[in-house]
């Protein structure tokens, strides 16, 4: 597939940099007398709206969570005064909280993810979000119109309307999360058609919804659909998208992305796993680092699809779920993604604290004999994927796994 760039996309990082850093001051400036949250954060830390020139600047100001987001719209509604008081704006959006979402863009929003997908003009597309009060429809229809593809709003109908979508209307890609996807290509087979053969189906981009690698080649393999991921938040819009090289999500052009340690709200050291936290490049709505609750981390090497910008190496769990093992999270999908390499051996990582220090252990076990030179493999895989290094690799009796079968055992006690 020919890959679809713009001169955005292939332009040296230093030049997106300095562009980035152009727009977050000019945005500042703006939404300090604009915007009555960001002049009190800003006046609170003793700072002035010229102080705050660049990416690196960012970490003087606080993360928002979602929840923060509520609070400070239930306080100060609609939008927490996080926008200019005479703001006019096309749609207002709501999602669960409730919160209140301003349209951001009238164009350019989903429209590289799209492109990078391969959907262009020709193309007739499911869009299976709903049009109903959420961003998610009406972004995505437009997202699709912007590189052409004709959409079928098909929404939350039942599957069975889908199916028949699909076939009357010879639609050729899916826009939506991937299970509801499963769905559809189950009741299709339940009505007595071959997805592959009967329909013209070949392209599906995902949101909202992790893509497990197992459904993933069903849908390659099985039903010769080209898939793709898209990240994004109603709250900040589109963040990241797949290339066709399918290694990690490149960075939206107008979104900054940190990787912050939600303890301290600083940016972990590149490479390493921390909370995805968003600011959208824009002078309507004055959302400084949102947080996501997301974990992930960066991917600085360069891709050979030929985009400059960095990637982000998928969604590693939310932040409440993985566990910090000397100021490093460790997530269950990335254990999941060392179970998939490792498929003879159970795993079971121990955490204790001696000394004031993190002890990492981890156990394992097969019906097989374990030889040192296998332990090495393990012992240099398991940093590569978790970025931490194991104090001990224990070998013990798969009974005594199976005895006990949680994936993390965090024995430390915070005297
Ligand atoms: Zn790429």
């Not at 030929?306 to 997530?331: E, N, P, Y």
Request: aromatic fraction near 8%; hydrophobic fraction near 35%; charged fraction near 25%.
């Amino acid at each position: 597939m020919a890959p679809c760039y713009d001169e955005k996309e292939t332009r040296p990082s230093r030049e997106r940099l300095r562009e980035q850093n152009e727009r977050l001051a000019e945005m500042i400036r703006i939404g300090y007398d604009a915007s009555p949250y960001v002049k009190k954060v800003i006046d609170e830390r003793g700072l002035t709206a010229n102080a705050i020139k660049s990416v690196d600047d960012l970490e003087a100001l606080p993360v928002i969570s979602r929840e923060k987001l509520v609070s400070l719209e239930t306080v100060r509604p609609p939008y927490g005064g996080l926008t200019h008081p005479t703001l006019v704006t096309d749609r207002i959006f709501t999602s669960p909280g409730p919160v209140y979402e301003p349209h951001l863009s009238e164009h350019e929003l989903w429209h590289r993810g799209y492109c990078a997908a391969g959907f262009k003009p020709g193309d007739i597309v499911l869009n299976t979000f709903s049009y109903h009060m959420v961003a998610a429809g009406l972004t995505f229809h437009e997202g699709l119109r912007s590189v052409g593809a004709t959409v079928v709003p098909s929404g939350t109908s039942g599957t069975e309307t889908q199916v028949q979508l699909i076939r009357d209307l010879k639609v050729t890609g899916y826009t939506g999360t991937p299970s509801f996807l499963m769905a559809i290509i189950a009741k299709a087979g339940e009505l007595g058609f071959d997805f592959r053969n009967d329909f013209n189906l070949r392209r599906a981009s995902f949101v909202a919804e992790p893509l497990q690698p197992s459904l993933r080649r069903r849908f390659e393999d099985e039903y010769g659909i080209d898939t793709y991921q898209m990240y994004g938040a109603t709250e900040v819009g589109d963040i990241a998208y797949e290339c066709h090289i399918k290694n990690g999500w490149h960075l939206c052009e107008d979104v900054i992305v940190e990787i912050i340690d939600p303890a301290t709200g600083m940016k972990v050291p590149s490479g390493q796993l921390g909370e995805v936290v968003v600011t959208r490049l824009n002078n309507k709505f004055f959302l400084f680092r949102f947080g996501t609750g997301d974990l992930s981390r960066i991917i600085e090497e360069p891709c050979p699809c030929g985009r400059t910008s960095c990637r982000l190496d998928g969604i590693a769990g939310r932040v409440g779920d993985a566990v910090k093992v000397r100021g490093l999270f460790i997530a269950p999908s990335q254990l999941n993604k060392l179970k998939e390499n490792f498929r003879n051996y159970l795993i079971q990582l121990v955490i204790t604290r001696e000394d004031f220090r993190d002890r990492l252990t981890v156990r394992m076990a097969s019906t097989d004999e374990i030889t040192s030179k296998e332990i090495a493999l393990f012992d240099r895989v398991f940093q590569e994927t978790c970025t931490i290094r194991p104090d001990d690799i224990e070998v013990t009796t798969t009974a005594e796994l199976e005895g006990d079968n949680s994936l993390i055992i965090d024995r430390r006690e915070w005297k």
